[in-house]
Each structure stands twice: as structure tokens, then as C-alpha cells.
């Protein structure tokens, strides 16, 4: 079963704009992370942020985590033609181990030049 | 630091035929997980191995099976082939996967089509 689903479903945004991808989730975890694919690729891994942190940054991602609201949010800045791919939440699955991910459907974003 | 590296990239296979795949984490870890990824179900997991054992099993058939060597290389087989199996199997490798959670890389993944 999905723990995460991403929202929206698909996004698209002119290059320099800003783009938001929010993620909920259904049970409590201990950390979150996000990854990106680009189309017939493997997973890049871009964040991982823990239940203790509010908020992390890594060059123009922004990501937050709001545990009361099982949710987390992925902000780009700055969006480039190279950030169009699909963007994924993963959570570990709560009744397995931390190492057994679960995804949600993820945010396909297109940044048009 | 190399990262996850899967072969082949990718392999075309008839129905009923098996098929192994391979997977070599990044240098020093201990935990190989496999998922498949398909347009209709996204990315589901298949089984983590840590030490050469299996840990983890996600709702797949028996047809489905890995192992993990002592080096932490791992493969996993697919026998009986279904035209359903044809998917993107990604292979995932961290530290050791303690409950604290370490990144989990993923690599280039294997791209099977079963006709």
C-alpha cells in the first residue's frame, strides 16, 4: 500500500519560476525523503530530512516536513529546463524497516524554456 | 565514490524464461533493497537483503527471489516470466538502514520487457 502521495500529479511551470510539490503521508515516520527521475532513469536522491527537522535546504531545493499534518513539501527555485522530471516522496514503511521505502504516485514537472 | 551499479541496462526476454539481474551498492554498504517500478502499480518493493540475508519481502510472488553475497553484491531472479514483469527494477544500497534512516541510493535500475 502507498504511504506517500504526492500533489500535484503533474506541474508545469515557465523556467524561472517557482515550483511546489507537496507529499502526505498516513502513519508517523522518522524521516522522509525526496528523489527525482528523470524519464527512463534510476532515482537521484535529493533530501532526506528527519522527523525532528522542520525544514532543509540543499542549493535551490527547500524542503519541510510538518509532522502534525503528515506532510512534507518540495520548493525549486529558480526552476531550469533540467529540473523537468518526476519528483518522488518516499517513507519508510511503518510496520516494516526503515529501509523499505514506500512512494507515492509522484509530481511530474515540466519547466518549459 | 562509485555509485549503485545495476546490470544489464537493459534486456528484452520471451514468457516463460528467467532472468537474473545484478546490483553492486556503493563501497561499504551493508543493505541492498530491490523495487519495480510499471505505469500501473509505480514503485513497489520487492525485498531488502542485509548480510547476505533477506530481511524484508514485499507482496510479490515466489517467483520473484534475490540473494545477497558476501562482498554485498546482490542479484535477483525472475523465473516463469509474465508479459506483466516487464518494468524497471531498481536496485537501492545504504549504510546499514538503521531505524534513524540513511539515505537510500538507488541506481540506474535494469529495464526488462518481457514479449
Known amino acids: 500500500s502507498q504511504q506517500g502521495e504526492e500533489d500535484p500529479q503533474a506541474l508545469s511551470i515557465q523556467e524561472g519560476e517557482n515550483a511546489t510539490m507537496n507529499c502526505s503521508y498516513k502513519?508517523?515516520?522518522?524521516?522522509l525523503q525526496w528523489y527525482r527521475q528523470n524519464s527512463g532513469r534510476g532515482l537521484v536522491h535529493l533530501i532526506l530530512?528527519?522527523?525532528?527537522?522542520r525544514e532543509k535546504h540543499s542549493g535551490r531545493l527547500r524542503v519541510t516536513l510538518d509532522t502534525s499534518k503528515k506532510s512534507s513539501s518540495l520548493l525549486i527555485t529558480a526552476s531550469r529546463a533540467a529540473d523537468t522530471a518526476s519528483y518522488f516522496c518516499?517513507?519508510?514503511?511503518?510496520?516494516?524497516?526503515?529501509?523499505?521505502?514506500?512512494f507515492g504516485s509522484g509530481t511530474q514537472l515540466t519547466v518549459l524554456p | 565514490k562509485a555509485g549503485v551499479t545495476q546490470t544489464p541496462r537493459y534486456l528484452i526476454k520471451t514468457r516463460g524464461q528467467q532472468v537474473t539481474l545484478s546490483c553492486s551498492p556503493i563501497s561499504g554498504h551493508r543493505s541492498v533493497s530491490w523495487y519495480q517500478q510499471t505505469p500501473g502499480q509505480g514503485l513497489q518493493f520487492l525485498f531488502e537483503?542485509?548480510?547476505?540475508?533477506?530481511?524484508n519481502k514485499g507482496n510479490f510472488p515466489g517467483r520473484f527471489s534475490g540473494r545477497q553475497f558476501s562482498n554485498s553484491r546482490s542479484e535477483m531472479n525472475v523465473s516463469t516470466l509474465e508479459l506483466g514483469d516487464s518494468a524497471l527494477y531498481l536496485c537501492a544500497s545504504s549504510l546499514d538502514g538503521s531505524r534513524s534512516g540513511n539515505t537510500i541510493y538507488f541506481g540506474e535500475g535494469s529495464w526488462l520487457t518481457v514479449v
Open positions: 502513519t508517523s515516520i522518522n524521516n
Open positions: 537483503y542485509f548480510s547476505e540475508t533477506q530481511r
Open positions: 530530512i528527519r522527523s525532528n527537522e
Open positions: 518516499a517513507t519508510p514503511l511503518s510496520s516494516g524497516s526503515a529501509r523499505q521505502l514506500t
